[in-house]
């Protein structure tokens, strides 16, 4: 498993699939969290300092996504990731180590071109269950030299959890310092471009 990637949840066999009247490619909607609008807020008392345990997979410059100021760690690994169509009670949280580079405040959202037929949101590590469509990360110092796992490296670390009740390729959005920063995450979907 790679050090970027952290599945959450675990799934027992057959968990949620059969004895039911729906199509398992239709969430049972009822029972879903409110995605709320407002973003989460994640102060410098959640972060953390990057180690080697963090860069353990030697490919992760290549498996992270990057957007601007933001790196998802070994996130492209994701689209190869098994995630099974669940009812929407069932939702897979996928912790995503974040790093974001010192001082810098940043908004992730997901895209408003989610497919109609998923579900997906953001948690924090104070909130894992992911119920957000945004998360906020106050601007927090650099990582001081003597502990930096990567010495020109001072990038500050958040957990970021995605959740996803199918495969889906989700627009993932960054704001910081007045632009905007695009990427497609693929949950388990292949390749989404």
């Known amino acids: ?28 909607r009822s029972t879903a969290p409110q995605i709320q609008s407002r ?4 102060g410098c008392d959640r972060s953390w300092a990057p180690n080697k345990r963090t860069f353990a997979n030697p490919t992760w410059r290549t498996d992270s996504l990057r957007l601007g100021p933001v790196t998802l760690l070994d996130a492209k690994r994701l ?3 098994a995630i099974v169509n669940l009812p929407i009670k069932n939702d897979l949280p996928i912790k995503i180590r974040t790093l974001v580079q010192p ?17 997906a949101g953001l948690g924090t590590g104070v909130s894992p269950s992911a119920e957000h469509e945004a998360v906020s990360f106050a601007p927090c110092p650099a990582i001081p030299r003597e502990v930096r796992a990567i010495a020109e490296l001072a990038d500050v670390g958040f957990a970021l959890f995605v959740t996803t009740d199918r495969r889906a390729c989700v627009p993932i959005i960054v704001e910081a310092n007045g632009r905007r920063y695009r990427e497609v995450l693929s949950l388990g979907a292949g390749r989404c471009r």
């Open 1 to 28: 498993m790679a050090a970027g990637l952290v599945i959450v949840a675990a799934l027992s066999s057959g968990c949620g699939l059969g004895g039911s009247d729906s199509e398992p490619d239709q969430p049972d």
């Open 39 to 42: 973003p989460a807020q994640v």
């Open 79 to 81: 689209a190869r990731t």
């Open 103 to 119: 001082s810098t405040p940043v908004t992730i959202r997901v895209g408003s071109t989610v497919p109609t037929s998923a579900r």
